[in-house]
């Protein structure tokens, strides 16, 4: 393939046999000779890498690439793909997750009718073991516009806070102005360090109003899924973010409005924590009180008051009131809201350990 591609196609892998020939059946379906795809196996060890190597024998032309590197992790991975890739735009998909019909061809039509340097996009929640669950989750951008206008472009992303790096297509420019690695490192929450400051260096954005892909959802246990370390991973992902905002020095609002993002981010986390282990979690929350200080632009009490009057750009705006409450309960130490986690999350961690059982048997 000598000519550039107008889009690049990047799927990290890693030991999903089990996932990645749907996942990739839905793309070779798609894909065209003005495509490219890149598929980054981060030394699986169960059958994976073999298998990748078939359909890449399989799919015979030359705008199917296969990297094999050892074990890396996610990151890196994703860092490998970025690398390789050519098109002029980029669009990650996870290996265990499926392309939409059509979606490709609603990308190139965007991007020959726009040229713009982002692209949002719609996605579905998939539960494919419980069908019922699946929601179309989509993006607070007015669609069949180009929009200019940098705070709007940040605002209304910190309003949807879905922060996934497939969920925007973005120019491959636009990644080269990052230095390496861009994606860090054997962090959790990579997305996030990374997206907000890919969108702060978009000068335009057309929002696509279509599901782009359905986004897997595994039903693992929570006791597996948080630990210590994922708490503090996502306690302090958007905190290359600030630093980035205080070099380009963003507007006041843009500013109030990460800060909300951040807010949600914290009470989240603080959730969380009580599935840890009692003095794991109490040495977690002392952590990220410390870190959530220091991630914010403004006072958090200013932060609160903006979450409460209703003059933020917002999706929900009664979330945002309860989500106000319970920060500053965390924050303040209330025994009343301690308690309340504690109970809450030991009945969600029950019916969550009945259903994998019984997804089991």
């Given at each position: 393939?000598?000519r550039?591609?107008?889009?690049?196609?990047?799927?990290?892998a890693?030991?999903?046999?089990?996932?990645?020939?749907?996942?990739?059946?839905?793309?070779?379906?798609?894909?065209q000779?003005?495509?490219?795809?890149?598929?980054?196996?981060?030394g699986?060890?169960?059958?994976?890498a073999?298998?990748?190597?078939?359909?890449?024998?399989?799919h015979?032309g030359?705008?199917?690439?296969?990297?094999?590197?050892?074990?890396?992790?996610?990151?890196?991975?994703?860092n490998a793909a970025?690398?390789?890739a050519?098109?002029?735009?980029?669009v990650?998909?996870d290996?265990?997750?499926?392309?939409l019909p059509g979606?490709?061809?609603?990308?190139d039509?965007?991007?020959?009718?726009?040229?713009?340097?982002?692209?949002?996009?719609?996605?579905?929640?998939?539960?494919?073991?419980?069908?019922?669950?699946?929601?179309?989750?989509?993006c607070?951008?007015?669609?069949?516009?180009?929009?200019?206008?940098?705070?709007t472009?940040?605002?209304?992303f910190?309003?949807?806070?879905?922060?996934?790096v497939w969920?925007?297509?973005?120019?491959?420019?636009?990644?080269?102005?990052?230095?390496?690695p861009?994606?860090?490192?054997?962090?959790?929450?990579?997305?996030?360090?990374v997206v907000?400051?890919l969108?702060?260096?978009?000068?335009s954005l057309?929002?696509?109003?279509?599901?782009?892909?359905d986004y897997?959802?595994?039903?693992?246990?929570?006791?597996?899924?948080?630990?210590?370390?994922?708490?503090?991973?996502f306690?302090?992902?958007?905190?290359p973010v600030?630093?980035?905002?205080?070099?380009?020095?963003?507007?006041a609002?843009?500013r109030?409005?990460?800060?909300v993002?951040?807010?949600?981010?914290y009470?989240a986390v603080?959730?969380?924590?009580?599935q840890?282990?009692a003095?794991?979690?109490?040495?977690?929350?002392?952590?990220?009180?410390?870190?959530?200080l220091?991630?914010?632009?403004?006072d958090y009490?200013d932060?609160?008051?903006?979450?409460?009057?209703?003059?933020?750009?917002?999706n929900?705006?009664?979330?945002?009131?309860?989500?106000?409450?319970?920060?500053r309960?965390?924050?303040n130490g209330?025994?009343?809201f301690?308690?309340?986690?504690?109970?809450?999350?030991?009945?969600?961690?029950w019916?969550r350990?009945r259903?994998?059982?019984a997804?089991?048997g």
């Open positions: 393939m000598n550039t591609p107008s889009l690049s196609i990047l799927v990290p890693y030991n999903v046999r089990h996932y990645v020939g749907d996942c990739l059946a839905a793309i070779l379906g798609q894909l000779a003005q495509h490219e795809l890149i598929v980054i196996d981060d699986s060890t169960d059958g994976t073999a298998l990748l190597r078939q359909l890449r024998a399989d015979g030359d705008n199917f690439t296969l990297i094999e590197q050892s074990n890396q992790g996610i990151s890196c991975a994703r970025v690398q390789a050519r098109g002029d735009y980029l990650f998909i290996s265990d997750d499926l392309l979606a490709l061809a609603a990308i039509g965007a991007i020959a009718q726009w040229q713009p340097d982002a692209i949002a996009v719609d996605f579905r929640m998939w539960h494919p073991d419980q069908p019922a669950k699946n929601r179309t989750v989509r607070g951008y007015q669609a069949d516009t180009l929009i200019t206008d940098r705070d472009i940040l605002k209304v910190f309003a949807d806070r879905d922060m996934y969920a925007k297509i973005i120019k491959r420019a636009i990644y080269g102005q990052l230095a390496m861009l994606f860090p490192p054997g962090r959790v929450f990579e997305d996030v360090a907000p400051q969108l702060n260096l978009c000068a057309v929002y696509l109003p279509l599901p782009l892909l897997r959802q595994h039903p693992v246990s929570i006791t597996r899924a948080i630990s210590e370390r994922w708490c503090m991973d306690a302090a992902a958007l905190l600030k630093q980035q905002f205080q070099r380009h020095a963003v507007s609002s843009v109030l409005h990460f800060d993002a951040v807010c949600y981010f009470v603080v959730k969380n924590s009580y840890l282990p003095a794991v979690g109490r040495r977690v929350r002392a952590a990220i009180r410390a870190r959530l220091e991630g914010l632009f403004n009490r932060v609160l008051r903006a979450m409460e009057d209703g003059t933020l750009l917002t929900d705006a009664a979330s945002d009131r309860a989500h106000a409450r319970q920060i309960a965390a924050i209330s025994l009343v301690h308690w309340s986690q504690t109970i809450n999350r030991k009945i969600k961690l019916r350990m259903a994998t059982r997804l089991a």
